[in-house]
């Protein structure tokens, strides 16, 4: 069996487990209250969300892991250390959302984990993941088909940059459906770049993790039912950052992640400006850059469309010249 078919088996076995993860977990998850608390300096409409469950990131988290496990039985020997790194590193970053999240809920406040102890735990991993499995020092540059060999500078900058795209991911979960869908587009892209570098690992990666989030939309499409919360979130962005590293171009995420990118800058622009003039002046109305689309009046699923129609043009670029 070739490795794109043994892929969209993946994807489907992933999406529908992803499916029934939620119809199991999500009635446990209203049972033990745990719901997303919501900061009052958030738009209305996201304060009317009050009482909606978290954690929800556990409904794919469970069978891309599993999926991803399971392949390791069907793929080539020479690749399965690729996926175990993936597995495990994304996973990781996982566990640190769920810890995240249970503070939030134990203290009943939106205030889990300080930042200063996530990115320490970030930093860990990201670490033990570069120091691993690199081989290779040199950075290849998209679009102008070159490599740059960093020498000793890669491995500061490989965690540097890993720890800001999960962060990224993470600053991106903010309004239903925005995180998933993005991440959706970009994981199709990364499945197109493994067509054209016949990467196990990434293929594999990339469409089961495509099946996780077509499953979980069905849960986290505006209305959501359930958000994944930083569990889901770090998750995604380890996912996010593995398929980057593993397509052989790790800077394309600055492209064809571009949404992540702009609402981390956005996050750095508005306490920059509200620091630097003493708390009088603020670039946008909010940040992350979607709350303030949400208080200049845009709906919801115009601003998931918004993103998702940047990504899949920057991501068809991508593919195409990269």
């Not at 992933?14 to 029934?20: D, E, G, M, P, Q």
């Not at 950052?241 to 949404?259: H, N, R």
């Not at 709906?299 to 010249?321: D, M, N, Q, R, W």
Request: charged share 15%; glycine share 8%; net charge positive.
């Amino acid at each position: 069996m070739q490795t794109w078919q043994l892929s969209v088996i993946g994807l489907i076995i992933s999406y529908i487990l992803t499916l029934s993860c939620g119809a199991l977990l999500l009635p446990v998850l209203k049972k033990k209250k745990c719901e997303q608390p919501i900061l009052e300096a958030l738009p209305p409409e996201q304060l009317r969300k009050q009482g909606t469950p978290t954690m929800g990131g556990v409904f794919f988290i469970i069978p891309v892991v599993l999926c991803l496990l399971a392949s390791l039985f069907f793929i080539d020997p020479s690749s399965i250390k690729d996926v175990l790194a993936i597995v495990i590193t994304s996973f990781l970053f996982g566990i640190i959302g769920i810890r995240d999240d249970y503070k939030k809920l134990k203290k009943r406040q939106n205030e889990g984990l300080k930042a200063y102890q996530k990115l320490f735990y970030q930093v860990i991993v990201a670490t033990a993941f570069v120091v691993i499995t690199t081989n290779n020092t040199s950075l290849y540059i998209p679009f102008v088909h070159a490599a740059i060999d960093l020498g000793w500078a890669y491995y500061p900058l490989m965690v540097i940059g890993i720890c800001a795209v999960v962060n990224a991911v993470n600053l991106t979960d903010g309004v239903d459906g925005l995180a998933t869908t993005v991440t959706l587009i970009v994981s199709i892209f990364f499945f197109g770049i493994s067509l054209k570098f016949a990467s196990d690992a990434l293929s594999l990666s990339s469409l089961i993790m495509v099946g996780g989030c077509l499953g979980f939309l069905a849960f986290n499409a505006y209305p959501a039912k359930v958000f994944m919360g930083d569990t889901g979130s770090l998750f995604l962005g380890g996912m996010v950052c593995m398929m980057a590293k593993y397509s052989q171009m790790s800077l394309i995420i600055i492209i064809v992640g571009f949404v992540y990118i702009f609402e981390m800058i956005s996050v750095i622009l508005q306490v920059g400006s509200y620091k630097f003039s003493h708390g009088k002046k603020k670039i946008f109305k909010m940040a992350p850059f979607h709350h303030h689309l949400e208080k200049s009046g845009w709906k919801e699923t115009h601003i998931v469309l918004l993103a998702a129609g940047i990504t899949l043009l920057l991501g068809a670029v991508s593919l195409l010249f990269a």
